[in-house]
């Protein structure tokens, strides 16, 4: 099978994580805030209790949100002085952050034992503790209940020519013409749990989910209305975590979710495909892998990843991959850390496609890449960001390279912390005089707003052969909201570009397009997050030199909801 790159690319624009509890795991905590929310009428008790929280929840400075770390850590809190209890929201933070707000009641804490809460905890329960269906001091059972709705509309969709970039798409049927809406959604049904064992700090934990997604209308594809029923998250594991220091491992099995730093190698998004009969293409709601194994931890400075990955692909076009890779990350100090990553691609059925027609398979190719990141660097509030990746497969001579660098600012004590951000990114095509296959594999790399690069192009190129600037500005008028800016100048370092849309497997110009994307993230509620997307695209003379000529735009509205 050849490489699937010359069939549906990235059309999903769900976001990296969604600011609710459940939908944001493995987001890094960028920053942490305490608010009082009710006095208990003595100052000096209100001061104590803010102190506590403060002083405990600096552990979440940094660090990845992880649904029962937090859930532990505000248990823990609540057994602090002058704490009678602890909720939290929340809040969009760029693309790829969150931020926590802790909302603590410093009233008087009740007297006598705390009887169990949630629907089915008898005398201590009521319905309204629903989705929590049982709490205690030691075990957690909530139901997941989410989904979302979406109204999308895109003009000159494939820069006006959907026949030309779609004649080998198994996915196709009627394409649009000069513009098209269509609306998709999903719902999500079932339950996870977190329980401690025994006394000792180890917990156990899992989740089970079904999710039913649809489209109805035209869209980029097809006009064809779907709807499709499936097993999403499925998984279970368990987690110990040191009481006397931030130390913690964990392992999990099953279908679930997984981003590695900023998805550079691995982002959740390509964890299923959401294409096909199984509909909802632009909400992009099915994220968990048909089965992976993750292994995390943290001793002192030092953390660690290991993953195996299948991803849940579409019977189309499946290739049967599989990914297994290693991280390790090396804390210098809050602001500096340094990490190294190997992976391998254990199983593919496709080859990479060439101009020789050569038989080069996918399975066995490896990369090494490290990545380094600096926060604070000289002045408050500058960072820098890189990594640099290498690949090469044993079975064939294969020698590929992938970078980037960015620069930034935010500038947290001016109105709305506004931060502006320069990134140079190349992912290296193949030079066909070379008996060398030099072409990136991008693997599991993805994420709006981060290594998906246009919204428009992202479907029609992936980060092989391409050279990208781009300028971020990101600016939040109020904590819920957030509002991002990117600029992206798209380029081809080969001509030959085999192994992409096979429109522009040869290309006639390096020069690929520009593209504009205005993106908001509205956390309105605890339950219910708005994200807003509008982009233009303007193709470069490789394109105008097929006939796609005119400029591609899209107008999204994403509503993403849970309980």
Request: hydrophobic letters at 40%.
């Amino acid at each position: 099978m050849a490489c699937t790159e010359a069939f549906a690319q990235e059309a999903s624009t769900q976001p990296n994580y969604l600011p609710q509890p459940g939908h944001s795991e493995s987001v890094p905590i960028e920053a942490v805030s305490v608010t009082l929310r009710t006095s208990s009428g003595d100052k000096a008790r209100d001061g104590e209790a803010l102190a506590n929280v403060r002083k405990l929840a600096a552990d979440l400075q940094g660090e990845k949100f992880d649904l029962i770390l937090v859930t532990r850590l505000i248990a823990r809190i609540e057994r602090q002085a002058a704490v009678r209890k602890v909720d939290y929201d929340l809040l969009p933070l760029g693309a790829n952050a969150v931020r926590i707000r802790l909302l603590v009641d410093a009233a008087p804490k009740q007297t006598g034992e705390a009887l169990p809460q949630g629907v089915l905890a008898g005398d201590g329960g009521k319905l309204s503790d629903f989705p929590v269906l049982y709490k205690s001091d030691k075990s957690l059972l909530t139901a997941i209940v989410a989904g979302g709705l979406g109204v999308y509309s895109d003009g000159n969709a494939w820069f006006g020519q959907p026949e030309l970039f779609n004649r080998y798409n198994p996915l196709a049927g009627n394409l649009p013409g000069a513009s098209t809406a269509w609306t998709e959604g999903s719902l999500e049904l079932g339950a996870g749990f977190a329980s401690q064992l025994g006394d000792a700090p180890l917990y156990a934990f899992g989740a089970l989910t079904g999710m039913k997604t649809w489209s109805i209308g035209q869209d980029i594809y097809t006009d064809e209305t779907r709807d499709f029923d499936k097993i999403e998250k499925a998984y279970a594991g368990l987690l110990y975590v040191d009481t006397d220091s931030r130390n913690f491992a964990k392992l999990s099995v099953g279908g679930q979710t997984f981003t590695l730093n900023d998805g550079f190698l691995v982002n959740l998004v390509k964890g299923s495909v959401n294409a096909g009969d199984r509909g909802a293409t632009y909400l992009g709601p099915r994220l968990a892998s048909q089965f992976s194994v993750l292994a995390d931890g943290r001793f002192g400075p030092w953390g660690f990843h290991a993953f195996y990955i299948d991803p849940s692909e579409l019977a189309q076009t499946d290739t049967h991959a599989g990914y297994l890779g290693a991280n390790a990350k090396y804390a210098f100090s809050d602001n500096v850390a340094l990490d190294a990553t190997a992976m391998t691609i254990t199983s593919s059925d496709s080859t990479y496609a060439n101009p020789y027609g050569l038989d080069l398979p996918r399975e066995g190719t490896s990369v090494a890449a490290a990545h380094l990141l600096w926060k604070n660097l000289l002045v408050d509030g500058v960072f820098v960001e890189g990594e640099l990746g290498h690949q090469w497969n044993p079975d064939y001579a294969m020698s590929a390279w992938a970078g980037y660098g960015t620069i930034g600012y935010i500038a947290r004590k001016l109105p709305w912390t506004p931060s502006i951000s320069f990134r140079y990114a190349e992912f290296s095509g193949d030079d066909p005089s070379t008996r060398t296959y030099e072409r990136w594999d991008p693997m599991l790399n993805s994420g709006l707003g981060i290594w998906l690069q246009g919204v428009s192009f992202g479907k029609i190129t992936t980060n092989s052969n391409l050279a990208t600037q781009r300028i971020q500005l990101n600016l939040v008028p109020v904590e819920q909201l957030n509002v991002t800016f990117d600029y992206y100048r798209l380029a081809a370092p080969e001509l030959n570009n085999f192994g992409s849309n096979p429109a522009i497997g040869t290309l006639s110009s390096h020069q690929l397009g520009q593209e504009f994307t205005l993106t908001g993230r509205w956390a309105i509620n605890r339950n219910l997050y708005l994200q807003s997307v509008a982009s233009y695209a303007l193709p470069g003379e490789a394109l105008r030199d097929i006939g796609a000529d005119k400029p591609w735009s899209t107008l999204q509205l994403s509503l993403y909801w849970g309980l």
